[in-house]
């Protein structure tokens, strides 16, 4: 409980996790209140459609993760950090957990109100939660936020630059996962597993009653396992990737 508490406050106490928290919800929200008011009856508003800006605020959260890490190295605090605690995969693991607790509250106040302001900007539309897949594809990106943010902190122990981490992190997301499907013969099938892809199929997955166009919302999953078991391969391999980030932690210096 120490160690939470202690990363808890080191958190709170620098800038970046603030302005990243502001970025993700106006960027999610405003996309939910873009597409509540942009709607007509050749484009209806539905639960799909309020959580446009879904992606948009998985970006800034894996940025705000990867800085709560890769900062401490840039100042050099983590050598105190480590100091204080030798026990290397306790601190990280507790750094890890207090940012996913962030990074799925920054997810649960991003949908809920982007489907809020959906829901007041068009009072006259049924938007009302209550299939299984609506319910995921609202209340379920917290958990990809959680998630992401663990795989965000080991990638940020693992290359220690700001920089450097976010572009893998980015180039990664927005790049490789979406070309990768213009590889002849292959590129579909490979894309199918990609952990991202696999993630976003909690949000998106079947059934969606909606038969919403493809262009609302955020961009279907196409990933072959249901939504429960992809969100949990999307989990074991952030844990994975995390034990790997604190076994190269333990072996070479802070």
């Known amino acids: 409980m120490t160690l939470l508490a202690v990363e808890r406050i080191k958190l709170?106490?620098?800038?970046s996790p603030w302005w990243c928290t502001l970025i993700a919800l106006a960027l999610t929200v405003g996309f939910g209140a873009l597409m509540a008011g942009t709607a007509d009856a050749t484009e209806p508003l539905n639960i799909a459609a309020t959580q446009f800006g879904y992606g948009f605020g998985l970006?800034?959260?894996?940025?705000m993760a990867t800085l709560a890490i890769t900062t401490e190295y840039r100042f050099s605090t983590i050598r105190a950090t480590f100091l204080a605690v030798p026990n290397r995969p306790s601190t990280l693991v507790a750094k890890a957990t207090v940012v996913a607790?962030?990074?799925?509250?920054?997810?649960?106040?991003?949908a809920f109100g982007s489907w809020g302001i959906a829901s007041v900007i068009k009072p006259d539309i049924d938007l009302t939660i209550n299939t299984a897949y609506e319910w995921r594809a609202v209340a379920g990106v917290g958990l990809v936020y959680a998630l992401s943010a663990v795989?965000?902190?080991?990638?940020?122990?693992?290359?220690?630059?700001?920089?450097?981490?976010?572009?893998?992190l980015l180039i990664w997301n927005q790049l490789v996962e979406p070309l990768?499907?213009?590889?002849?013969?292959?590129?579909?099938?490979?894309?199918?597993?990609?952990?991202?892809?696999?993630?976003?199929?909690?949000?998106?997955?079947d059934p969606d009653p909606t038969a919403r166009n493809v262009l609302q919302g955020p961009p279907p999953s196409d990933a072959v396992l249901g939504p429960w078991p992809a969100i949990g391969v999307f989990a074991a391999f952030a844990a994975v990737l995390l034990g790997i980030a604190i076994v190269v932690a333990n072996r070479r210096d802070a």
Do not use: C, Y
């Open 12 to 15: 709170f106490t620098t800038r």
């Open 151 to 168: 795989v965000a902190v080991a990638v940020g122990v693992l290359v220690r630059h700001s920089a450097g981490a976010i572009a893998v």
């Open 180 to 205: 990768v499907q213009l590889i002849p013969k292959v590129g579909d099938d490979i894309h199918k597993w990609m952990p991202f892809n696999i993630a976003n199929k909690l949000i998106t997955g």
């Open 101 to 110: 607790i962030m990074a799925a509250i920054i997810g649960e106040l991003a």
């Open 59 to 63: 970006v800034v959260v894996m940025v």
